[in-house]
């Protein structure tokens, strides 16, 4: 069964860092790209990261862009979101998900949450 | 980017009734391979989202068949046939296009 877990959120202030991580089980984790997908409270869904399977290509949302670094590492499964300069508007909570050979995420974790507030 | 706009539900819908559901593409969505990249998620309330539909058309693993997808290269509606309590929440469409991946803002669908 296919589990992908997030941790690491909670709160913290403006202009602050913050590394989430997602636990990967079930799948051969270092065969398939893997996002970041974020809902702000009450909003829509929002498309983060994605990282390639190998973790030689990145992409970003420009609102993110030398703010937000996405990693892996594939020995043990895990993705990572390390997030700097952090603002209000990046209150959301945080999914991670697989993306199926760039044509759908068709794996989402159950999302934590991350409050940016003085 | 490529904007998505989806449509709102005349809510509630009846429980049986049918329902359908719209989403429009700033930018065709078909791509030289023959696929359209466009993508439905369904979110129930309190849950991660989950996929209904990809390539526009093509039911997920697990998916019922009450479920079904269609349109063009811009233009994409949901089918959802005979409504169910387990159909509510809030449907995502998704165009994996191009980068940035990009959603429509959602469309909730209620019970009556």
């Known amino acids: 069964e296919v589990q992908l877990v997030e941790s690491g959120g909670g709160l913290v202030q403006p202009g602050r860092s913050m590394k989430l991580s997602c636990a990967a089980s079930?799948?051969?984790?270092?065969?398939?790209?893997m996002a970041w997908v974020r809902q702000a409270p009450t909003k829509g869904l929002e498309w983060v990261a994605t990282?390639?399977?190998?973790?030689?290509?990145?992409y970003y949302r420009d609102s993110v862009k030398g703010r937000f670094t996405i990693s892996r590492d594939n020995a043990k499964s895990t993705l990572f979101l390390q997030m700097n300069s952090l603002r209000s508007e990046d209150t959301a909570t945080y999914y991670c998900?697989?993306?199926?050979?760039?044509?759908?995420?068709?794996?989402w974790g159950q999302g934590v949450m991350v409050t940016v507030s003085s | 980017d490529i904007v998505m706009t989806q449509g709102a539900l005349p809510n509630p819908v009846p429980s049986g009734e049918s329902a359908s559901i719209t989403c429009q593409s700033s930018?065709?969505?078909?791509?030289?391979?023959?696929?359209?990249?466009l993508n439905w998620y369904l979110q129930r309330p309190g849950q991660s989202p989950q996929l209904l539909i990809y390539?526009?058309?093509t039911r997920a693993s697990g998916v019922s068949d009450r479920f079904s997808g269609s349109g063009s290269g811009t233009d994409f509606t949901l089918k959802i046939s005979s409504v169910e309590a387990e159909d509510v929440g809030v449907y995502h469409c998704?165009?994996?296009?191009?980068?940035?991946?990009?959603f429509g803002a959602g469309t909730k669908l209620e019970l009556k």
């Open positions: 990282i390639s399977y190998d973790g030689t290509s990145t």
């Open positions: 930018k065709s969505l078909l791509h030289s391979n023959g696929k359209t990249y």
């Open positions: 998704q165009q994996f296009l191009e980068y940035p991946r990009t």
């Open positions: 079930g799948f051969t984790f270092s065969y398939y790209g």
């Open positions: 390539w526009m058309s």
């Open positions: 998900t697989r993306d199926w050979g760039n044509n759908y995420f068709d794996y």
